[in-house]
């Protein structure tokens, strides 16, 4: 009798020893990109790559998992900035450096909302605005708060900007004129008179000023602590 082993006999099944984490990630991507964060499943990540469900086990922990890596993917996508010492200049820096790789695939981006991270390169983005507004003299409670407010900020203008209807932009004139009439007819005197304004969306203009009220707001709020009390 040969000796004993406990090696797997043959090969493994097509697709499994192409796995990573890194394959996982973007398999996950396409499900979010197609039909959403709610599609996602162990099962429906499997589809996509061509292997049993159980076999992502070795990678992720489960949905969990698999929300927690795409999360990761898009926060670590971000290039930060370097510090200046302006805390408007540098959150502005870092509002922009989440663009970009948030855009790329927005529904995913919402994930930032609701997930709770701990990898390093998860929290990079969220030790940057906070030492930011520690170094503004923010206590670290407020300074969270500050923190989930420009994010829900920043994640709800790039979500709007992705899903308006092609009517809804700048570029179908026509489908922008129809909105203008019906707007403008409505009756309603407010609406009416916004109808020119109301029928158009240009997503980078209103990404600058949604970042730009934010941290109006922010460095109004910074400035009252700083100010003496009278």
């Given at each position: 009798m040969g000796p004993m082993t406990t090696a797997r006999r043959g090969r493994p099944p097509k697709g499994e020893s192409q796995l990573?984490?890194?394959?996982?990630?973007?398999?996950t991507l396409r499900?979010?990109?197609?039909?959403?964060v709610a599609a996602v499943s162990m099962r429906a990540v499997g589809r996509v790559l061509g292997v049993d469900a159980k076999s992502l086990y070795n990678h992720v922990d489960g949905k969990d998992g698999l929300l927690d890596a795409v999360t990761e993917h898009v926060l670590g996508g971000m290039v930060?900035?370097?510090?200046?010492?302006?805390?408007?200049?540098?959150?502005?820096?870092?509002?922009?450096?989440f663009r970009e790789p948030a855009l790329a695939h927005p529904e995913a981006a919402a994930l930032v909302l609701t997930r709770q991270l701990g990898s390093l390169e998860a929290l990079a983005p969220v030790e940057a605005v906070l030492a930011v507004l520690r170094d503004a003299g923010c206590p670290a409670e407020e300074s969270v708060h500050l923190l989930r407010m420009l994010v829900a900020t920043l994640v709800g203008a790039l979500l709007r900007e992705v899903n308006a209807g092609p009517t809804y932009g700048t570029t179908d004139l026509a489908g922008i004129a129809q909105r203008r009439?019906?707007?403008?007819?409505?009756?309603l005197p407010a609406v009416?008179?916004?109808?020119?304004?109301?029928?158009?969306?240009?997503?980078?203009?209103?990404?600058?000023?949604?970042?730009?009220?934010?941290?109006?707001?922010?460095?109004?709020?910074?400035?009252?602590?700083?100010?003496?009390?009278?």
């Open positions: 990573s984490r890194d394959a996982i990630v973007r398999a499900v979010i990109d197609a039909d959403g930060l900035p370097g510090r200046t010492g302006d805390v408007r200049a540098d959150l502005r820096a870092i509002a922009y450096a009439a019906v707007l403008a007819g409505s009756g009416a008179s916004a109808a020119p304004y109301l029928a158009r969306f240009d997503g980078a203009a209103e990404y600058e000023f949604a970042v730009d009220l934010a941290l109006d707001a922010l460095v109004a709020r910074i400035d009252v602590r700083r100010s003496p009390r009278r």
